[in-house]
């Protein structure tokens, strides 16, 4: 079982670096649009920061707090797309045919649409939320500790797999209708862009559905709670994990939507 | 004439076929729009005081904005056009009795305004029913209304006639994707596509107003709710008008030394 | 090897209709028809037998090989190759046959050949030894030599084929579909593709099973030919059964359409 594991982390790594490569040939374009990637997080900042040159919070949530918060979602954001991109953008898969040359391969299919895209130019947008991060780190007035670290840790984590359980999702549907898709956007790039500010700003019934519905809430606003000194309660250290279990019934779909495909043809 | 009524045609009736898609659509924005009015509010309940217009202005503005966003839209990139004039086939339009100005201009018009007019009816419909702090107000005045209209289309037509030279400029290099990115996303920045021009900073709205960018779904946007009126009224409208002409001029020219270029070496 | 006996398969498919008044009123309800892609089909096909599967444009042929590459799974009836049902376990089934598309290519576009060949060699998890043979015979028979080192989109359409056909057997399969595999080719490259595949079957014993409109391609390789239209298989025969003392391959095909009234 271990041998097979490992197996299949070689082969991922293989397409990764064959994907690589690929853009490399193209080290200019590959170049601009790591930077174009760059600006257009860096205006989404602006807008931010113009913001707060007009108002000192939002709901009591000072400029550096709501930075912290918006790296963060870019951060994962930006890891989800990275590795996720095969899913993201798996209704073209469908519209050519291309998902049939997977099914003619004898590996797992998630592997494989998974290596089928690796974007590195995401790193573009990546560095926008690093330096975001490091200013918010510096000017959110948290004291930091190991706890408070191992908090942030968890929400990455908790949160990138919220977004690939996303594009999961995504990516099943295609095999259903190819149109009408653009609604799972709301969530994706929704939660890009109004994720930015901790989702408490939006009121009770927002943050029942982030929690309840798709788990935002528990690698988002509880955890930077904590992390703030607002709360003080030790499980909301722990709680973004739970939102590792958000992928499990995306991929049941996946597997249901395989089947389907394999019934019905394209 | 008829032909480019034709061209309209073509692609506006592509666009309906999409039913589910407009459903789609129109669910999508609804949610967008929804978010971002709560994004404003909460901004406004922070700090009324500081906030730059009113609030019924910031929710008509943002409910016009989701309902006509095709209009207005950086992010339509017609990649059968680019792709024509990077591989040389728009050669074969010149072979037809038609200016390739006013044929992309038709056809970018009308790809703009069946993807619109699908939606904007049941946004606004909707949005007028919202409780209070959603709700989108109904115009001022008759005479705001009218100049709404008006405005909303020479934003269009300004909008239409920036993105010409886009693909107009097409013809002379192939910009790259990164490029185009960055472009397109200035551009939705800098006209008040992101957050709303009043609440840039004032020396930079100041540089900003003067800009094609706000001449587009800045000015109608505001005019609805009476946020731009009286003499900052009569400047936008005029810098409008302004930017119309100027685009349109050099675009066509622009167009016009293409067209030559392509027909002496063949695409 | 392969074993297909009354296998049906129909799809849903919405209506799209043309003019504004059906624009608007598809905006309110769809229409769907069925489209029965194979009714009853049934033949058998022996180890290392070379067959050509021809007939019109939606006849069913890429349904039926679908079907017995495992991507599809019929309605109804019974589907067996080499001993396994091909939708039943995909992957243990892919893993021993080769598929060539003619038009849509399984290379990465902007690497080296050889680097896509690494990379199917993991995904067969092919050995080492058998990997250098096969990939040492395929370049000698194929003359990849100079290619394998240029990155797919450099490529003829002549080479590029080469070096896809290459590539759909570094993993030994006993059993090879090739779609359209000549299309779009010089007929020097033509002529290369089919010496190939003849010596491919005579070595390896591959089955080897041929979807094509290029009746010379049918001609050269296939004894065996099987019709299908409408869905249904209305010729198992070889080229001797429909050939007429004179008459050119294309000919004789076109008449046999006509006789089937597809």
Redesign the interface.
Known sequence: MKGMHAKRLRLYLHYVSINVRSSMQYKTSFLLTTLGQFLVSFQVFLGIYFMFRRFESVKGFTYGEVLLCFSTMLLEFSLAEMFGRGFDAFSGMVRTGSFDQILIRPRNEILQVLGSKFELTRIGRMLQAVIMFIYGVTHCGVHWNFCKMITILFMFIGGTAIFCGLFVIYASLCFFTLEGLEVMNIFTDGAREYGKYPIGIYGKKMLIFATVVIPYALVQYYPLLYVWGRRTETYLIFLPLLALLFPIPCLMLWRFGVRRYQSSGS | MKKYLSFFRLRFLTGLQYRTAALAGIATQFAWGFLEIMVMKAFYETDPGVYPMTFRATVSYIWLQQAFLAFFAVWMVDSELFEMISNGNIAYELCRPIRIYSMMTARNLANRTSRAVLRCLPILLVAAFLPKPFRMEPPVGIAEFLLFVVTMLLGLSVTVAFFMLVYVLAFYTISPQGLRIVFCSLVEFLSGGVIPLPFFPEPVLRVLELLPFASMQNVPLRIYSGDIAGEEMVRAVGLQVFWLVALVVVGSMLCRMAERKVALQGG | MITMKDVC?S??VAK?NA??GE??K???R?EYETIHALRNVSFTISDGEMVGYIGPNGAGKS?TI?IL?????PDSGEVLVDGRVP?QN???H??Q?G?V?GQ?S?L????PVI??Y??LK????IPKKQYDNNLEELTILLNLSELIRT?ARQLSLGQRMRCEIAASLLHSPKLLFLDEPTIGLDAVSKLAVRDFIKKQNELHGTTVILTTHDMQDIEALSKRIILIGNGEVLMDGTLEDIKRGGQSIDETVVELYRSYEI
């Open positions: 398969k799809y849903r799209r003019g504004f624009a608007c598809s905006l309110f769809r349904s679908k590459s495992g991507i599809l799974t939708y995909r992957i243990r892919v893993a046959i598929v598309f849509r399984q990465w576009w902007d690497v680097d896509s690494e990379l993991d995904i067969y998890s990155p």
